[in-house]
């Protein structure tokens, strides 16, 4: 199983930026970005599959970007004009077999330990 390390995470006031990071131990096929808010499910934000096609959810389109540098087996996630409701726990997600993504963590068979993302107001 690939182990996946997040790191970017902090505190912003609404309007601002963050760039969250995840290393992969090893390579893997489609990459994802969860998050979970406290008493609420866990919400697909983005994937990228391995040739590079990104997905989004509607909530970060047109604010976040995934990116992925396959070299150092590390995924990104730019959030620009963040919200207070995008704060939450991020979570980096790993589906080492399929070459299209998909949105339900139940695809997902490694997972980070999250970072945490607090946007105020």
């Known amino acids: 199983q690939v182990q996946l390390v997040e790191s970017g995470g902090g505190s912003v006031q609404a309007g601002g930026s963050l760039r969250l990071s995840c290393t992969a131990s090893?390579?893997?096929?489609?990459m994802a970005w969860f998050r979970q808010a406290p008493g609420m499910q866990r919400e697909w934000v983005s994937a990228?599959?391995?040739?590079?096609?990104?997905t989004y959810a509607d909530s970060g389109k047109g604010r976040f970007t995934i990116s992925k540098d396959n070299a150092k087996n590390t995924l990104y996630l730019q959030m620009n004009s963040l919200k207070p409701e995008d704060t939450a726990m991020y979570y980096c997600?790993?589906?080492?077999?399929?070459?299209?993504?998909?949105?339900?963590?139940?695809?997902?068979?490694?997972w980070g330990q999250g970072t945490q993302v607090t946007v105020s107001s």
């Open positions: 090893a390579y893997t096929r489609c």
């Open positions: 997600a790993a589906d080492a077999y399929r070459l299209a993504c998909r949105s339900g963590p139940e695809f997902y068979s490694s």
């Open positions: 990228i599959s391995p040739g590079g096609t990104a």
